[in-house]
């Protein structure tokens, strides 16, 4: 039996095992009860209903929103089909990270309130604790980074002088320290999830469900990256012309890509355009 390399042959193969599952169940009863049991085993699983709450939304905010807006903000700054650089500053990959980033926020801020005052002196909870505030912290630093990080500028601007356009240091700084505190901030609240499903015993098919998206979302970077499609973001607003500043640095962050006056492809299939 071949074993599925391509992507459409990996989802192919999840979907053929879901839609098996429930049938296993069926025959097996005690297959359904495995998934149900608690990670530790124990017989019981009762947590109180603020605390339930609490887990939801926070793996809601930073286990699915947050990481998808950072990987349509890595890999989306030109979608397929654009024909770059004709269509320049697609504005897609800014709304939805902007968006999913602002109502991610706006959830963790309901979870915490609803644990507000509460407090457990356990060492896993301490653990939880410090680093769910680490990324808490993280995610003030982002907000605080956003509306601090200058002025655009470029030749669609109202003036052409712009922080990014030029990419001042005050621009270089921002972007460092974005991005660096972005990967940081999941990192956290990652160790934080997982630190909080064994500190309330969760069932073991929350655990796996998790555990298995992401592990999808890895491998959809690593596909995405080794395709190409981390472009550099000075170069999708603005082209790849030399006569852009930004241009004439090297790009911030690792793996970014940079297309030079030669009108590489983007991906394959795509073809590139005329004017820089």
Request: proline residues 7%; hydrophobic residues 50%; charged residues 15%.
């Amino acid at each position: 039996m071949a074993i599925p390399c391509k992507p459409r042959d990996w989802v192919a193969a999840f979907a053929i095992a879901a839609l098996l599952a429930p049938v296993d169940a069926r025959a097996d009863p005690g297959w359904l009860a495995w998934w149900l049991t608690p990670i530790s085993g124990a017989a019981t699983h009762h947590i109180e209903a603020s605390v339930a709450w609490h887990a939801r939304l926070m793996v809601l905010a930073w286990g699915v929103l947050i990481p998808l807006a950072t990987l349509v903000a890595r890999f989306f700054k030109v979608t397929p089909g654009q024909p770059w650089p004709e269509r320049l500053d697609n504005k897609f990959w800014w709304r939805t990270h902007v968006y999913a980033q602002s109502v991610a926020v706006a959830i963790t801020a309901i979870a915490i309130a609803l644990l507000w005052g509460s407090r457990s002196e356990l060492a896993l909870a301490q653990v939880h604790r410090a680093f769910a505030w680490a990324a808490c912290a993280l995610a003030v630093l982002q907000v605080a980074g956003g509306m601090l990080r200058g002025s655009k500028g470029g030749p669609t601007d109202v003036t052409l002088r712009g922080d990014h356009y030029d990419m001042t240091a005050r621009r270089v700084v921002f972007e460092y320290v974005h991005k660096l505190a972005g990967y940081a901030a999941i990192a956290c609240a990652a160790a934080a999830i997982v630190a909080g499903l064994v500190l309330v015993d969760a069932p073991r098919w929350m655990a796996i469900f998790i555990a298995g998206w992401w592990a999808a979302l890895g491998f959809a970077f690593a596909w995405l990256q080794r395709q190409g499609w981390c472009i550099d973001t000075y170069q999708a607003i603005w082209g790849p012309g030399e006569t852009h500043p930004g241009n004439r640095r090297r790009p911030i962050g690792i793996g970014v890509r940079r297309h030079d006056q030669g009108r590489r492809p983007l991906w394959p299939g795509h073809q590139p355009g005329g004017r820089p």
